[in-house]
């Protein structure tokens, strides 16, 4: 099976723009999850979809916003992009099974650069 | 909230010793704890994952981690290090609203020959 996949790997943007990021789930996976991953704050969840439905937010502003499709691929959106955003963005896949507690499958990031 | 803190930023070892990466969680009810590593441009690959099944936990790549409730630890342990164990090493738990992962800092794994 493919594994995760996200698109594109880089990106260079500047402040104030929008930009759109973009995950493949593994195949049969329902739910997507992203995360973003800085030198200063680490790795810090996102948000969570299952169903096309947002089920967990974290605690980043109305500036980080997802959509996931009825093939459960995923799109995160970044608005008025400002410096701290430059980052590697993670998606993460999973089953969304029976098993109480599931692998996260990690893709390869999209590293964005805020200029 | 759940959290965990990795002791150790940096922890160095050579070829063949032991490897000992720290992690201790911080949680009200019994938590569900990963150990993730990441080598370089590349994404999270999951090492192994406690669920309450057993206390001791076997992962991929000779790695293994024991749930020490009294301790509230989860250290990460491989018995010899290979050159290509270099990497960054992340510990998780799984937080209360449920599949969101709360990960440490990161501890980076130097080995030298």
């Known amino acids: 099976k493919a594994g995760v996949t996200q698109t594109p790997r880089y990106l260079i943007k500047t402040r104030g723009q929008q930009v759109t990021l973009s995950c493949s789930p593994i195949?049969?996976?329902?739910?997507v999850s992203w995360y973003q991953q800085t030198p200063g704050q680490g790795l810090q969840f996102l948000f969570e979809y299952f169903s096309e439905t947002q089920r967990n937010k974290g605690n980043f502003p109305g500036r980080f916003s997802g959509r996931q499709f009825s093939n459960s691929r995923s799109e995160m959106n970044v608005s008025t992009l400002e410096l701290g955003d430059s980052a590697l963005y993670l998606c993460?896949?999973?089953?969304?099974?029976?098993?109480?507690?599931?692998?996260?499958?990690f893709g390869p990031g999209t590293r964005l650069l805020v200029l | 909230a759940q959290s965990v803190t990795q002791l150790g930023s940096h922890v160095s070892v050579s070829e063949g010793a032991l490897v000992l990466l720290r992690c201790n969680y911080s949680s009200s009810v019994p938590p569900y704890l990963f150990w993730y590593v990441q080598y370089p441009n590349q994404g999270l690959q999951l090492l192994l994952k406690?669920?309450?099944?057993?206390?001791l936990v076997k992962g991929i790549n000779g790695f293994e981690a024991e749930f020490k409730k009294s301790e509230t630890s989860f250290h990460l342990t491989k018995p010899s290090a290979h050159m290509s164990d270099a990497a960054e090493y992340f510990c998780?738990?799984?937080?209360?609203?449920?599949?969101?992962?709360?990960f440490g800092k990161g501890t980076s794994l130097l080995v030298t020959p």
């Open positions: 406690y669920t309450s099944a057993a206390t």
């Open positions: 993460a896949s999973r089953l969304a099974g029976t098993e109480r507690i599931e692998t996260q499958y």
């Open positions: 195949s049969g996976h329902r739910s």
């Open positions: 998780a738990v799984s937080s209360n609203s449920g599949y969101a992962l709360n």
